[in-house]
């Protein structure tokens, strides 16, 4: 999009252009231009305006011409005015936008009325400032709204405006005319009036933006509190979660603690009823008797009489009941080498006895150890 041209525009006024169109999407620089101009580039006033169509509500500077307000005249000539807003829309609008609302209360039946429309009124320098520098609205007191305002206003005599503006917080009337003027007169007053209470305006616009600046700041801080509170929840929770899951460890630990004392338990009760089952060693001049001497893991031995017609069981029984001797483990001979069935299987459901497994009446048995397997 080409840039504005700047040859009859200030630095200020050109920055307005670019954010009104910004602001409102509007692509022809030269409408954005035109509407700035009409509201004196008060960009506030000008994009609120833009809005208002947006939504439906007639513009000032764009009033529909179903809605205007009708002139008669002594020789049956009609002249139209717009009226751009119901009074009360037209007071808050101005309060919002801190502009000038100039209201105009029209007589049917006064004899100026008619000079003051045609003449006055419809000044093109008169319509131009108006449209430039502030709000309008228009009735005839004989409607119920006009005469309701008049009501308020307690005019003297017509033609009659009067200009009202935000004053000290509320909207005051701040200017009265009243009888038939010409237009340079209307131009030079109603200039007088504006300039005369510009400061109340402007002072309302600081504080206003004051406002704006001291809620968005709140708002702000309200934010950075959130956020920091947010923060402070989230580290509590990381925390809770952190002790619970310390607290799952710490008791995982402990009953893995208290299941090993239990399986111990039951490993050294299941040793001591091994024990207490064994058959008595046979005495060493038995002739069936076998002379076993183990070899344990840690290299320590052990040896016991056993009796060829017992079964292999009894041997993992008493290797079983040794205290140093591992938790599993299997018996493994030499000569030939092989693994002696000690425990029943699917190959050996009932394991044979010694003189079945071919030991002789002097054996050395290894004992293998299998616990971690």
Known sequence: MAAPEERDLTQEQTEKLLQFQDLTGIESMDQCRHTLEQHNWNIEAAVQDRLNEQEG??????????????VNTADHRIYSYVVSRPQPRALNDAKRELRFLLVYLHGDDHQDSDEFCRNTLCAPEVISLI?????????????PEGYRVSQALRENTYPFLAMIMLKDRRMTVVGRLEGLIQPDDLINQLTFIMD?????????????EERNQTQVLRQQ???AYLASLRADQEKERKKREERERKRRKEEEVQQQKLAEERRRRNLQEE???????????????DPESVKIIFKLPNDSRVERRFHFSQSLTVIHDFLFSLKESPEKFQIEANFPRRVLPCIPSEEWPNPPTLQEAGLSHTEVLFVQDLTDE
């Open 271 to 285: 040793k001591e009823r091994k024990l207490e089952c064994l058959p008595p060693e046979p005495s060493p001049d």
């Open 131 to 143: 449209n430039t520098r502030m709000l309008f609205w228009a009735c005839s007191t004989n409607k």
């Open 221 to 223: 801080q309200d934010e």
């Open 57 to 70: 509500v007639p513009s000032v500077f764009n009033p529909p011409p179903s809605r205007p307000l009708q």
């Open 196 to 208: 005369a209470n510009q400061t109340y305006l402007v002072s309302e616009r600081l504080e206003r």
